[in-house]
């Protein structure tokens, strides 16, 4: 169980937490309980705890302040050129922007201008659509003569009515 624990991040973040006194009451509370009760977990505390021992054995080294200053030039350095390649990215973006609104406005134009410009292809069949729905009926019919006649009664009229045209 001890190697199994040693390789839970979890675990490990939490007992670094409370060494380095990091979690609230109540998660303190939780780990102290499970220090009491679970020897595995206590024995990674004190691995943990031997780690940071020794660490705090370990030499300081000295830094010089050209170390510093080289550093820091560095950062500084580093700091600018994100700067200006955000800057450089901004007008891409605008142009990038501009261009799909133009093709977006053109495509708008072009579909206005074609409705208006090009006749619509079905209006003669919308047109002709009461004579088409009862072509059957005047297919039957001998001659216009005929139809025109059957017109003058009336017959039609009635129709005309019940379909609302």
């Known amino acids: 169980m001890i190697g199994n624990e040693s390789q839970n991040p979890e675990l490990h973040d939490e007992l670094t937490a409370y060494l380095d006194g990091e979690l609230d009451a109540e998660a303190v509370r939780r780990v102290e309980e499970r220090l009491a009760r679970d020897p595995a977990y206590h024995a990674e505390l004190q691995k943990l705890e031997r780690a940071w021992d020794l660490l705090d054995r370990l030499p300081r080294s000295a830094v010089n302040e050209s170390f510093t200053k080289t ?22 973006r605008a142009k990038h922007l501009t261009a799909a609104l133009g093709a977006v406005a053109a495509a708008l134009v072009g579909f206005v201008a074609g409705h208006f410009l090009w006749p619509n292809p079905n209006a003669a069949l919308l047109r002709d659509l009461p004579v088409i729905e009862h072509f059957e009926l005047y297919y039957q019919a001998d001659n216009i003569d005929f139809l ?5 009664e009336g017959l ?10």
Do not use: C, N, Y
Request: proline share 3%; aromatic share 2%.
């Open 148 to 152: 025109k006649l059957l017109e003058s």
């Open 71 to 92: 550093t820091i030039e560095m950062v500084a350095l580093a700091a600018s050129d994100d700067a200006a390649a955000a800057q450089q990215a901004r007008p891409r």
């Open 156 to 165: 039609f009229a009635e129709q005309e009515g019940e379909h609302g045209g």
